[in-house]
């Protein structure tokens, strides 16, 4: 169960990193995720808040649940991180569903697709690791 809850705080503070670089430098997040930002100033913010300011705000919160736990082994401190750690990780999932549709429906057929799918798969398996674990024992 360590090994399960390593994992997940590390591929948390992966988020957080992401979070934090987008935050800082919002024209890194745009070349990371292949978008644009608009002429009308909105463009950066955006990036600056959603691969931003989510990013960081979900999985930091995940995190320090998962450092609680670390430290106190408290249960109910261990069921909140580990809820809130199947939450990000569906959304991770969910963002490589998507890409998988898009590869079918629309022809993205990249290597920076399958690569980039193939990575949030992963995330989404290592932060879901204590809940996934969970359910095995």
């Not at 992963?122 to 690791?129: E, G, L, Q, S, T």
């Amino acid at each position: 169960m360590g090994f399960a809850w390593g994992l997940s705080a590390l591929a948390l503070l992966v988020g957080v990193g992401l979070g934090v670089r987008a935050l800082i430098d919002p024209a890194w997040a745009a070349k990371f995720v292949r978008l644009k930002a608009d002429e009308q100033g909105g463009g950066q913010a955006e990036f600056r808040a959603t691969y931003g300011g989510v990013f960081l705000g979900l999985h930091i919160v995940a995190l320090l649940f998962t450092l609680l736990y670390f430290r106190s082994g408290a249960y109910v401190v261990g069921v909140t991180a580990t809820g809130a750690s199947a939450a990000i990780a569906a959304g991770w999932a969910g963002a490589a569903f998507g890409r998988g549709v898009s590869i079918w429906r629309d022809g993205a057929d990249t290597p920076f697709n399958r690569m980039s799918m193939g990575v949030e798969i992963a995330m989404a398996f290592a932060i879901a690791m204590p809940w996934l674990a969970w359910f095995a024992l």
